[in-house]
């Protein structure tokens, strides 16, 4: 673990997501670092194949959730 520096206004962005997503300000910042580095090495993924991929690692279905 380190620290990482990152702008004020991007700090803020990640605060503001992280109350609407429920996650630690951490917690989405190392979200949207997984996001980008996953559609970096995938560039003909869209968003929603890489979070599609990333149920399937966790062995969660995207039925499972809309049914919770």
């Known amino acids: 673990m380190g620290i990482v520096k990152i702008a004020d206004d991007l700090h803020e962005e990640a605060r503001r997501a992280s109350a609407v997503m429920c996650r630690s300000i951490n917690a989405q910042a190392e ?4 996001i980008g580095m996953l559609a970096e090495a ?3 993924l869209s968003y929603n194949d890489i979070v599609r991929q990333r149920f ?3 062995e969660l279905s ?3 959730l809309a049914a919770a």
């Open 42 to 44: 995938n560039p003909t």
């Open 62 to 64: 995207v039925a499972e």
């Open 31 to 34: 979200f949207w670092m997984t």
């Open 56 to 58: 399937a690692a966790a």
